[in-house]
């Protein structure tokens, strides 16, 4: 199963030939579950609130990214990475503005589990 991303500790990835509705699956701290495209959580376990809360708006702020990787599983052509939280030394947020990506690793890393 192709990773598309990770963040936090967190990996997410992608089956070729998966099957409707369109999913992907995210791992933390050996906990598993599937999330649709607005970050919800469908089957599986992930304890942590925190993980799963940056799980829904990396989901949002990456949709379609997603779709376009949905469309690649369902004609057979390539998954492709899709970018993190943390881009060029910036954490991105839901609302677009930036922030330091430091402060929030020390923040979110302190709250995570």
């Known amino acids: 199963m192709p990773t598309v991303s990770g963040f936090f500790g967190i990996t997410i990835r992608m089956f070729h030939k998966d099957h409707p509705p369109p999913h992907f699956h995210a791992e933390y701290q050996g906990q598993k579950a599937t999330f649709d495209f607005e970050g919800r959580q469908l089957e599986g376990q992930i304890k942590s609130a925190t993980a799963r809360r940056l799980i829904r708006e990396w989901a949002r702020l990456r949709q379609a990214e997603l779709t376009e990787n949905w469309e690649n599983i369902e004609h057979d052509q390539t998954i492709n990475r899709i970018a993190p939280r943390v ?12 922030r330091g990506a430091l402060s929030e690793t020390i923040r979110v890393g302190r709250h995570l589990s």
Do not use: K
């Open 87 to 98: 881009q060029a030394g910036r954490q991105e947020t839901s609302s677009g503005s930036r």
